[in-house]
């Protein structure tokens, strides 16, 4: 009797701390507001395993300890769904979106209906029961009608409610997207990259013993495959490979964007009240879900993401265009598996496979040795793709991409397309492993790599093609923007000896430039006696460019533009920063080791003394103009503008942080004081998190501001 009402009270508390524990998950994950501390949590979550632990009989499937169970699901059963899972018709272009909303203007008499607009996640579609509050069963949508059940790996994904507050239908089934963050893929590859580097330790005292070698991982191709691969993942073999699982399944999440079938409630009337309704639940619904009055309203914000789908930090492969009036979307049925009441606008691809012909080297202005891939053409993203980066021989290495391999292609907004990594399956055991070349492919002089880097360098300062790539990084753009030098000039000025490095460059003279021969469509011509004059001319001008552009162009290993402005901004001259010591340099915020040492080997190399002393005796500013930049209140704090701001652009935001003497940065570390997060930011508010950087809003940006303008 005693030890009942005992049980009793023990109940009472285990459930008082599962709807706890329940409501900071939703304020957490769903909401991504917390109210209280990881270390309260923590304690909620500990006095609950106690409690079950002392009670097993009080153990129920929906109990929040649960959700870590770690345990192998041992196999899916099937499930058979009660609705069938739909798929959607794609549209490639406007035209076609158009198209589509023309054909379902003339079914429904009237082309006067709202429409949502919700960003199409790249995950995988599942299906998720609820009875009495309780989550009982997760599917996968599988042809459809039928799907495998993974309900106990869907129980680690936290955003998905184990159970609902009061008010929820007795019984019903919601839909969703379960993806992986793009860190999250990144992380769980890495993982496994270093997986492989333990197995290949182990192949090579197997090979020593004749035995037969153990099978490198894949790595995954893209967050949709990894979050799959986690959902449907069954047993681990190694405690390490769990743990790579493990990492996976902590970056599961998903986004709620539709309801099943239903018992106990009534429907609301569209889908975005449907959609508010489902948060109200205690679903993560996607916050970029938009509503759209009109057809060209929906194409803006189609249009929109797929300009802006890289701020996100999921992917999206493109927009679901829905009706959002439910009984119009009945009356409209279905085409087959399609529905004709909603479409899903998609984004060119920005990833393709091809095959790898041959792995070539260039050699960049620091010397270093840059492996490309030479690719059969393929379309990507509306380009034809021939090259692709492959970093260093550290990636190729880890990630064994083989010459002959099929590999996966990815090209995102402007930067160089990359290779993402071999498609195993299709190897035909010809490929052949690559090594980089022991002698600089431009000059022969021995390669070397430095300890604790990546890169291989050519050791010789003179070679060529290290000359003629600092040559044309001196006069781009972004450092000395030199206007009629290109690279055929450059290429033929370093050829025939009037220069040898930068600093020659100011003292050409008209005469010298007429006559230099450029090799021509037919046959070589003169560079003439116009663009002579324009190459002195914007010679003369670049003389007067800011300290920072300066320090940028001279081509310092490790040193980007940015890196050169805090160096400008902080010493203010060349021969300070020259004479600087190493810890003086590391003492500069952002500034690291890596890029100290080789700041200081630069300014200890004598040939790079000689430039700056040719740039010196032609005049060109060496040092600072920065009365106004000394002081001011921001100064000696660094900030991050990430997102969209209304008040003014990114540039502009920057510009005002530096007139008040702080400065601006495009990446956060640790050194970073401030992040300002405007509208729809990237992983770089996330960073900020991470790193216990301070964050402000824009109002509190435009405050602080405000204040120290004062
Ligand atoms: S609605 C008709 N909404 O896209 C209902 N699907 O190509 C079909 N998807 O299998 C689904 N985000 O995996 C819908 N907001 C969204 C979606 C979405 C991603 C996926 C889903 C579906 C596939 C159809």
């Not at 009402?5 to 701390?17: A, I, S």
């Not at 920005?350 to 490309?372: C, D, E, H």
């Not at 509208?679 to 960073?687: I, L, N, T, V, Y």
Request: proline content about 5%.
């Amino acid at each position: 009797m005693e030890e009942d009402r005992d049980l009793q009270t023990v109940k009472l508390r285990v459930e008082e701390l599962r709807s706890l524990i329940a409501y900071h998950d939703y304020r957490y994950y769903v909401l991504d507001s917390p109210e209280i501390s990881d270390a309260q949590y923590d304690e909620l979550m500990r006095e609950l395993r106690r409690l079950e632990e002392r009670y097993p009989q009080l153990i129920t499937p929906d109990s929040p300890t649960q959700r870590v169970s770690g345990q192998p699901v041992a196999a899916f059963g099937i499930v058979e769904h009660r609705l069938p899972l739909l798929s959607l018709a794609n549209a490639f272009a406007e035209a076609e979106l158009r198209a589509w909303h023309r054909r379902a203007s003339a079914l429904a008499g009237s082309d006067d209906f709202t429409l949502v607009c919700e960003p199409k996640m790249d995950g995988l579609a599942v299906a998720l029961v609820y009875e009495n509050g309780a989550f009982v069963q997760g599917a996968t949508r599988g042809d459809g009608r039928r799907g495998e059940n993974i309900t106990e790996n869907l129980r680690t994904i936290r955003s998905i409610p184990l159970r609902l507050g009061k008010g929820a239908p007795s019984r019903f089934e919601v839909r969703g997207e379960v993806y992986m963050t793009k860190q999250g893929f990144e992380k769980v590859n890495q993982e496994i990259m270093w997986l492989n580097e333990e197995i290949d330790r182990v192949n090579e005292e197997l090979a020593k013993k004749g035995k037969k070698e153990k099978k490198r991982l894949s790595l995954f191709a893209n967050p949709r495959n990894a979050a799959a691969g986690s959902v449907r993942q069954r047993d681990a073999r190694s405690v390490r490979q769990r743990d790579a699982r493990m990492t996976a399944k902590r970056s599961l999440d998903i986004f709620i964007y539709a309801l099943g079938w239903l018992e106990g409630a009534a429907r609301p009337p569209t889908q975005w009240e449907t959609l508010q309704w489902l948060g109200k639940l205690g679903f993560r619904t996607n916050p970029y879900n938009a509503r759209a009055r009109y057809l060209n309203e929906a194409m803006h914000v189609c249009y929109e993401w797929q300009d802006r789908r890289e701020s996100l930090p999921y992917e999206i492969d493109g927009v679901v265009v829905k009706i959002d009036d439910l009984s119009l979307q009945e009356r409209l049925g279905a085409v087959g598996r399609e529905p004709r009441w909603a479409i899903a606008y998609k984004f060119p691809p920005i990833q393709a496979t091809t095959k790898l012909l041959k792995i070539k080297v260039n050699v960049g202005r620091t010397g270093s040795l840059n492996p490309y891939a030479v690719l059969e053409p393929v379309r990507v993203g509306g380009a034809t793709v021939e090259r692709a980066t492959l970093h260093n021989e550290d990636d190729i290495r880890r990630k064994d991409i083989r010459i002959g391999d099929t590999v996966i292609i990815q090209r995102a907004g402007d930067v160089i397309p990359q290779v993402v990594g071999p498609v195993v399956s299709l190897r035909t055991g010809e490929e052949e492993v690559y090594s980089m070349p022991e002698q600089c492919p431009e000059c022969h002089a021995p390669v070397r790599r430095l300890e604790g880097e990546a890169m291989s360098y050519c050791t010789n300062t003179a070679c060529p093609a290290q000359r003629f790539a600092l040559m044309e990084h001196f006069v781009s753009r972004d450092a000395m923007d030199i206007e009629g030098i290109g690279q055929s000039t450059g290429a033929a000025l370093l050829e025939n000896g009037s220069v040898a490095d930068p600093g020659d460059i100011y003292s050409l003279t008209v005469d010298q430039l007429v006559y230099l021969m450029l090799p021509g469509k037919d046959h070589p011509r003169r560079l003439g006696a116009p663009t002579a004059r324009k190459i002195v001319d914007e010679t003369e001008r670049s003389k007067q460019r800011p300290l920072s552009r300066v320090i940028f162009a001279l081509g310092i290993r490790h040193v980007g533009s940015e890196m050169a402005d805090r160096l400008a901004e902080h010493f203010g001259a060349i021969d300070a920063l020259a004479a600087a010591s190493v810890e003086d340099l590391e003492s500069v915020p952002t500034v690291g080791p890596k890029i100290a040492q080789s700041v200081r080997a630069y300014f200890d190399d004598e040939d790079n003394r000689r430039i700056i002393e040719k740039l010196r005796q032609a005049g060109v500013r060496l040092a600072e103009e920065r009365a106004a930049r000394e002081e001011g209140p921001l100064r000696g704090l660094t900030f991050v503008v990430t997102g969209t701001l209304s008040a003014f652009t990114r540039e502009e935001a920057e510009e005002r942080v530096r007139e008040l003497g702080g400065s601006a940065a495009s990446s956060v570390t640790r050194k970073t004081d401030y992040v300002v997060v405007g509208e729809s930011p990237g992983s770089k508010a996330q960073k900020a998190q991470e790193y216990g950087v301070k964050t402000l809003t824009e109002e509190e940006f435009l405050s602080m501001l405000r204040r120290t303008n004062a």
